[in-house]
């Protein structure tokens, strides 16, 4: 599993970070802690869950003050359990203090991103399908969100609008108006694309779906089928070679993924991994100053 996570990636979310919310500096912190004391706090897990975002955190720190050192910091993809002790931070006292809501909220929302995925990839475990992602992301953290999502045990669908085709039902209204139809929209997309990208469809009916089908797209999105018309798309796409890639994707949760999965689709995309996140459980607890 890829856990890799380019600085480039955060380096400038963590600063924006730190001006939006220390700004001129920590007046709290600053009217009552000082300037020489120095601190142990430690970060703790509050539920059960898988850990993300720690090479942020870390950059938090450093960012606020370099003299902040972090002790035994947990690796990414680490299980947690409440009151796992997932770092320590040893330094300045009021540095430490304006540098935790910051680290926080990345640990927070990415370890929450990555626990969800976590629980529908083990929900699915023993099918042939996996858990992707989408686009569905908050500008600028599209390369955390989905590094959370890989962390959890998911798969990241394209990146953005440049490395894959994906044709959807907004591409075939605005072809029509050249008097494209939906078989003809595939085709022209083939005819550009070149061997260069894969071509994926969405599909909201059967019919489309054999359209998709008989104009061999790569991959084939199931959006919003029932299970018995999923089971009818992977029995026919079965003859076909090469065979599609089949995706199953709209409302699908916690209670109905493994349905979906023992349909045979290969993909189930899920936006609300990173759209509709609930941040995982955890906190900042100064244990000692002097």
Excluded: C
């Excluded at 045990?153 to 591409?171: P, T």
């Amino acid at each position: 599993m890829n856990h890799k996570l380019s600085p480039a990636a955060y380096k400038s979310l963590v600063a924006m970070a730190i001006r939006e919310d220390v700004g001129r500096g920590d007046i709290t912190a600053k009217t009552t802690v000082g300037s020489k004391v120095h601190g142990r706090a430690v970060i703790l897990s509050k539920g059960h869950g898988v850990l993300a975002g720690m090479p942020v955190a870390l950059e938090v720190f450093r960012q606020v003050d370099r003299r902040i050192k972090p002790v035994k910091p947990w690796k990414d993809g680490r299980k947690l359990e409440p009151g796992d002790r997932i770092m320590e931070v040893h330094g300045p006292a009021g540095s430490i203090l304006a540098a935790e809501r910051a680290s926080l909220n990345f640990l927070q929302r990415l370890s929450g991103i990555a626990t969800a995925t976590n629980i529908l990839a083990a929900r699915i475990k023993g099918t042939r399908a996996k858990v992707f992602d989408t686009r569905k992301t908050i500008p600028g953290y599209r390369g955390l969100d989905k590094y959370a999502v890989r962390v959890g045990g998911g798969v990241n669908h394209r990146d953005g609008l440049y490395d894959q085709i994906l044709l959807k039902e907004n591409h075939f209204v605005a072809a029509a108006a050249d008097g494209l139809s939906f078989a003809a929209v595939i085709r022209q997309a083939k005819k550009r694309a070149g061997r260069w990208y894969l071509i994926e469809v969405e599909t909201e009916t059967l019919e489309q779906f054999r359209l998709a089908l008989a104009e061999q797209a790569d991959i084939i999105m199931l959006d919003e089928f029932s299970l018995a018309n999923m089971r009818k798309a992977v029995a026919e796409a079965k003859s076909r070679r090469p065979r599609p890639i089949l995706e199953a994707s709209g409302g699908i949760t916690e209670k109905n993924i493994l349905s979906v999965a023992r349909t045979g689709v290969d993909r189930i995309s899920i936006g609300a991994l990173t759209h509709s996140v609930q941040a995982f459980d955890m906190a900042m607890y100064m244990e000692s100053a002097q």
